[in-house]
């Protein structure tokens, strides 16, 4: 089978200049949902653990059961019923109906809409959310928002930022009224945390900046950063493809003269997009992968018992066209995470 790599160094980097930039590691969230962007829950919560970070953020309740043990508070987005619920989770409310889903007594982040218009409520809701939220003994731990567009050039950033300004306002001004604590206020992922100076909310969600990469880094003058994933194939069989010979389905790439090639045991079927005669990719090393990628293999023109596929996702979203979120988290589930 193919073999992921996690750069234990590189995650460590990664994570001191995040934790430097965002004024210490107890403001900064790490972002697990998804396989940890397909490199792997369990092996990227406990070294982030190791590291010294105490907060995470995942998806759905089983994420949150899985790394229960490693992070003293959890932040779970989009789960809907709980059978089981901890006091180190705290429970994103996405729409106001869903004060019925929670379970009684638990901790809540609302989620409020500045301008993404995907989930959340609106500002004018909060306090019906408040005293729905009391009625069930349930506290508010943290209020938080999503920005749209804080990797891009664009005024979007600074129009929900005062926008969140104001929800601030109104959440004080309820806790005072209503004699409750004042939460926690949280609206940076990566691009959000960086594009600060001074960093001033409670903490930053910081997903795809963890893993090595942050886009439009250049526009920014961002960090540069250090990808933790490499992707690696083992030889299955070498041949010599004569002159004229073609390889994979469709024979789409043909030999102008005799090449020696081999192929890996690494296809889509392990969540490595498909590349074909329409999208020409080089490995690390120079390779390059030869015809159709099929579901269980690809070809090389090398012999070499071990392959590094890739080693910076951002390489592969260009020839795919997307973005390296997407290319690491399509990475299979099944596929051995080896820490290095
Ligand atoms: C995924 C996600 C993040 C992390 O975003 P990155 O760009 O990967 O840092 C932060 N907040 C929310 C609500 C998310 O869904």
Partial sequence: ???IKLNKNNLFYNLETISNHAGGKEKVAVVLKDNAYGHGLIEIATLASEFGI?????RTLDEALAIEKLFDYILILAHKDFHTY????HIALNSIEDIDNLPLGCNVHIKVDTGMHRNGILIEELEEAFLG???KNIKVTGIFTHHRNADNLSTDFFWQKSVFSRVKLAVSELCEKLSLDIPSFHSCNSAGLFR???FNEDFARVGIATYGYLDNANIFKFPTLKPVLSLWGKRISTRTLKESQSVGYGGTYKATEDTIIST???GYGDGFLRLNERKNYTTPD????LGRVSMDNLSLNTNKDEVCIFNDANTLAKVHDTISYEITTT???NIKRVIV
């Fill in 1 to 3: 089978m193919a073999l």
């Fill in 54 to 58: 105490k907060k995470a953020v995942v």
């Fill in 86 to 89: 901890s006091h180190t989770f």
């Fill in 133 to 135: 939220l009391s009625k």
């Fill in 196 to 198: 600060h100076t001074n």
């Fill in 264 to 266: 890996y045991d690494v």
């Fill in 286 to 289: 120079g390779f390059k992968v």
């Fill in 331 to 333: 990475l299979s589930t």
